[in-house]
């Protein structure tokens, strides 16, 4: 049965940091291409960060990229965004996926809320 178990979200002011996890199961980690995405309020979910299956590569969305570190660690099936400088509009569900699934739509956890706010 496939995972995706996201955590580490909540409520932090503005220049704050957080460190969001996600756990899987049910499928072989270190084969696939691993994002993070998020959905704020009446949005549309939009890819946050991308990471290969090494490692070895990375992306992120211009409206994070030098505040949001996407990083893996195969060995205990587990990806993290690290962010800081969070500001107000990163306030949002975040999700991680597989890209395949997250271009099919399927395989979706229950996300983890991200609040900045003073």
């Known amino acids: 049965q496939v995972q995706l178990v996201e955590s580490g979200g909540g409520l932090v002011q503005p220049g704050g940091s957080l460190r969001l996890s996600c756990a899987v199961s049910g499928f072989t980690l270190r084969r696939e291409t691993m994002n993070w995405y998020r959905q704020a309020p009446g949005k549309e979910r939009e890819l946050v960060a991308t990471i290969t299956s090494s490692g070895g590569s990375v992306d992120y969305a211009d409206s994070v990229k030098g505040r949001f570190t996407i990083s893996r660690d195969n060995t205990k099936n587990t990806v993290y965004l690290q962010m800081n400088s969070l500001k107000p509009e990163d306030t949002a569900v975040y999700y991680c996926?597989?890209?395949?699934?997250?271009?099919?739509?399927?395989?979706w956890g229950q996300g983890t809320q991200v609040t900045v706010s003073s």
């Open positions: 996926n597989t890209k395949s699934w997250g271009l099919t739509n399927r395989n």
